[in-house]
């Protein structure tokens, strides 16, 4: 008789580094969907696929997409449907995300570059007040 492993909500926070409270917002959203058991159904069960789907989750919040767009890519690997649309609904949401972080890039490189103009030029100012003050 095989046994299925099954978590608590405090196991997978502490496994995860999550409070309880982000993880009851992830089964709000759909991104986890454990079983109840105990009185009235308080007790939270979740299972290897509950585990993965978190980690899933997690991973694509490092990756920067939304909760929505994870839930998305997420529920397309739990059907049975063939992986091609999924890879290229995958490959779409990746390819979207990494033209916002280029674009995002570009601006900081421009910011970057003006902050270097600014120094630039205070530190010239800065040598002509100390270099005046010292022939003064």
Same mark, same amino acid.
């Given at each position: 008789?095989?046994? %299925? %492993? ?23 959203? @759909? ?6 058991? @105990? ?18 989750? *997690?991973?694509?919040?490092?990756? @920067? ?17 063939? %992986? @091609? ?40 100012? *800065?040598?002509?007040?100390?270099? %005046?003050?010292?022939?003064?």
């Amino acid at each position: 008789m095989a046994t %299925t %492993t099954t978590y608590t909500i405090s196991d997978l926070a502490r496994e995860f580094d999550l409070t309880t409270r982000a993880m009851r917002f992830y089964e709000d959203m @759909g991104l986890l969907r454990p079983e109840r058991s @105990g009185p009235g159904g308080r007790n939270r069960v979740y299972s290897a696929r509950d585990r993965t789907r978190l980690k899933l989750t *997690l991973r694509a919040k490092r990756l @920067g997409l939304s909760l929505t767009e994870a839930k998305d890519i997420i529920d397309m690997y739990d059907s049975p449907r063939d %992986t @091609g649309p999924q890879l290229r609904k995958f490959l779409a949401v990746l390819a979207e995300h990494r033209r916002q972080l280029e674009e995002q890039m570009a601006d900081l490189q421009a910011n970057l570059d003006e902050v270097k103009v600014h120094e630039k030029e205070a530190r010239a100012l *800065l040598a002509r007040i100390e270099k %005046t003050r010292q022939h003064a």
